[in-house]
């Protein structure tokens, strides 16, 4: 989001005259910080960017009706109008075949728009009827999609706030018009450009691989849709759909079977449709004619497409598992001193992970970029634990860097049921920590959120190790300050050294409580006080531990028990 403060420099900085100067700062003193934060510039945008935006902010609210005028009769019947609608309520989202049909058709119901803004346009007699003069914040922001004047030039920004004020400001103001229980709680994020970005993510030829806007439900996790600017080519729009949503898997998307998105360029604007083939995207499908936003009635069909638009990402929505991963979102944590990124990324089925700076990291948990390069290359052809796509991390600067393969379903969605669901949890990760031990490390942060497995259903899942991160060479003691969660004082470390043995210790205590009520088995309960043996104690490896009655493993070299298999995504 832009702040205010950002905001107000940049018209200082690129206002074209001290008239239009105090005009627009006049209108950001009059705006709440919750308005500003649902514009779709941000404070990395350049000053004549945000300059254009606030000015046809302003443009639209000079064009807009008065609040005496938005106020008539003192009602606000927003929300009765934007259920009505969204009648009939869609059972499930149309077929792909039938989209263009239910795009185009009009509403159920009669739109809202205030009166200064139908008096404005002239409307056909197949348009008109489906309008209704009314009072109100929806019926405002139908007149202001319809009404806002557009300025359209050879830069891209006048097209991305063309698409805003007719498409996406109407979409937000659909959903918040909406009760609580009907509403998607929809979420629209723009590409921030920001080249200080930790995670910038680029084709060979240079430009952005990340989508210029998306629109997610209120989780942040569900990409429900997403769209494509241009300055001038919607054939490259439209490419660039393509291109940036490369990669389908159920992981994103759920069983739907479309991912429904829209492209502008200049003053065109359409709606389209990227299906699923076999794991991989298809070329996006018009599902809508092309709208000239500079023609009137063009425009009325798109701020009518828009309403069936935000009807079909109802329908959507509840086709997604709770468990879904937030395609194309950054995850960001912070620790002390530190910043960590992880980007879900959609132009390939890959994790992009960052760590900056990465001298304070490495100080703090004792770890070395030299040494994590090894393990990345030693456990390249090793199943149970992810890889890089190239075979190591890099170091630029104070930014280190890797793309993680493959993606998996987070240990925190998928608890096991059984005992056979634990047998395979712990085969799986097992795998990953010999592979680690044979190169001479240890993974130190075994909890349970550094496991992953691969989809499906819960009978064919396969688990593997994340976060290789925090691993180390064996038998070393940590640094004062690294005491992961989980860790037992007085017990994890062996002499003050942590140690193969303190592993699988770790290992045990993070799958206990998901996995000790399940394993009835007499070989079970061996093996759960097996790898729970104290570390000071402990005579097993984990290839011993393999070879386990309970776990039945064939060997490293032939089984497939475990997630990760080399060059799995």
């Given at each position: ?9 940049a ?38 960017t ?30 009765e ?11 499930s ?66 097209t ?11 979409l ?10 009907l ?55 439209v ?21 429904p ?7 065109n ?27 009137t009635?063009d425009?009325v ?32 944590a ?20 960052r ?8 100080s ?13 290359r ?29 993606v ?23 795998h ?106 402990q ?5 011993l ?18 997630g ?6």
């Open positions: 989001m832009v702040t205010k403060a950002r905001a107000a420099a018209v200082r900085a690129a206002a074209h005259s001290s008239q239009e100067r105090g005009e627009l700062l006049s209108l950001l003193d009059s705006l709440a910080d919750q308005e500003l934060a649902q514009w779709l510039i941000v404070d990395q945008d350049d000053d004549e945000i300059r254009a935006f606030i000015r046809a902010k302003a443009q639209g609210a000079a064009a807009g009706p008065s609040s005496e005028n938005t106020a008539a009769g003192g009602v606000d019947n927003s929300e109008y934007a259920k009505q609608l969204l009648q009939p309520p869609l059972d989202p149309p077929h792909l075949d039938d989209l263009q049909r239910f795009i185009r058709e009009p509403p159920a119901a009669q739109i809202p728009i205030i009166a200064d803004a139908l008096d404005g346009i002239t409307l056909s007699p197949r348009l008109k009827p489906h309008f209704t003069v009314a009072s109100g914040q929806l019926a405002r922001s139908v007149g202001l999609s319809l009404m806002s004047p557009l300025t359209l030039g050879d830069s891209e920004v006048w991305s706030i063309a698409e805003h004020l007719v498409v996406v400001s109407l937000l103001a659909l959903d918040k018009a909406l009760p609580s229980d509403r998607i709680g929809l979420v629209a994020e723009r590409d921030q450009r920001d080249n200080t970005s930790l995670m910038t993510v680029k084709s060979l030829g240079g430009s952005s691989l990340r989508p210029d806007g998306v629109l997610r439900g209120n989780s942040g996790r569900r990409l429900l849709a997403k769209w494509e600017d241009k300055a001038a080519s919607m054939e490259q729009a490419e660039d759909l393509r291109k940036k949503t490369a990669a389908w898997t159920q992981l994103y998307y759920g069983d739907i079977e479309y991912l998105c829209f492209a502008a360029a200049g003053s604007l359409q709606f389209y449709a990227i299906s699923r083939a076999s794991g991989m995207a298809t070329a996006p499908r018009a599902i809508s004619p092309r709208y000239d936003l500079n023609n009635a425009r069909e798109a701020v009518m497409a828009t309403v069936k638009f935000y009807q079909l990402l109802c329908a959507q929505q509840t086709r997604y598992p709770v468990d879904v991963l937030p395609a194309g979102a950054v995850m960001r912070h620790g002390q001193g530190f910043t960590r990124e992880l980007l879900f990324r959609t132009d390939v089925l890959e994790i992009r992970k760590v900056s700076p990465w001298s304070t990291f490495a703090l948990c004792g770890v070395d970029f030299t040494r994590l390069e090894q393990l990345y030693a456990t390249t052809q090793r199943q149970g634990l992810v890889h890089a796509v190239k075979g190591a991390p890099t170091l630029q600067g104070s930014v280190y860097s890797v793309d993680l393969i493959p998996g379903l987070p240990s925190s969605n998928t608890l096991p049921a059984t005992e056979d669901d634990a047998q395979r949890l712990l085969h799986g990760l097992l990953g920590l010999a592979a680690i031990h044979e190169a001479g490390f240890v993974h130190r942060d075994l909890r349970w959120d550094n496991f992953a497995c691969s989809p499906g259903s819960p009978g064919s899942r396969r688990w593997f190790l994340l976060d290789l991160e925090t691993c180390a060479p064996a038998d070393q003691p940590p640094p004062p300050a690294f005491q992961p969660v989980g860790w037992q004082p007085g017990t994890t470390l062996v002499g003050g050294r942590y140690t193969r043995a303190s592993d699988l210790y770790q290992l045990g205590l993070a799958v206990q409580p998901n996995c000790e009520q399940l394993v009835v088995s007499p070989e079970g309960r061996a093996f759960m006080e097996a790898i729970l043996t104290p570390p000071v104690m005579e097993r490896s984990a290839e531990l393999l070879a386990h009655e309970w776990l039945r493993c064939e060997g490293a070299s032939i089984c497939r028990a475990a990760a298999q080399p060059g799995e995504r």
